[in-house]
């Protein structure tokens, strides 16, 4: 068994606050949220990064991308960004693969953090 935080959350055995989950995917609230609306959208299998995906995951990741949409919309945000930090090098400090879900800024907020 992976020891890892985001498999301890997925498996129940670390609290967070869980917004959606199916067989697939879990999604909660990040804890030191960068946006107003700040989701991580998770695969329950642990996979290390977009850089480890294999061909065999490819559903996985459209699922994940699908239940991102999915809760965008549950949550009415008009728009969004949808970020896949990959490696140290980008940003990435869990590995395990998540996609971070960020809306609800105010109109032209969003447009200051384009990178
Ligand atoms: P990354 O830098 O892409 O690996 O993002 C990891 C994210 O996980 C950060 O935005 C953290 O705030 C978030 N995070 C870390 N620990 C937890 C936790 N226990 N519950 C929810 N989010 C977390
Ligand atoms: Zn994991």
């Known amino acids: 068994m992976v020891d890892c935080l985001f498999c301890k959350i997925a498996r129940k055995e670390i609290p967070a606050a869980v917004t959606y989950e199916d067989e697939t995917v879990i999604i909660f609230k990040d804890i030191q949220p960068k946006a107003p609306v700040h989701l991580l959208v998770v695969p329950k299998e642990h996979i290390e990064s977009i850089?480890?995906?294999?061909?065999?995951?490819?559903?996985?990741?459209?699922?994940?991308?699908?239940a991102a949409k999915e809760e965008a919309a549950k949550n009415n945000l008009k728009g969004y960004k949808l970020v896949f930090n990959v490696g140290r090098a980008g940003g990435q400090l869990i590995d395990h693969l998540h996609l971070h879900l960020l809306g609800g800024w105010t109109e032209g907020v969003a447009q200051s953090l384009n990178v």
């Open 51 to 66: 850089g480890h995906l294999k061909g065999d995951h490819r559903e996985i990741v459209s699922k994940i991308i699908f």
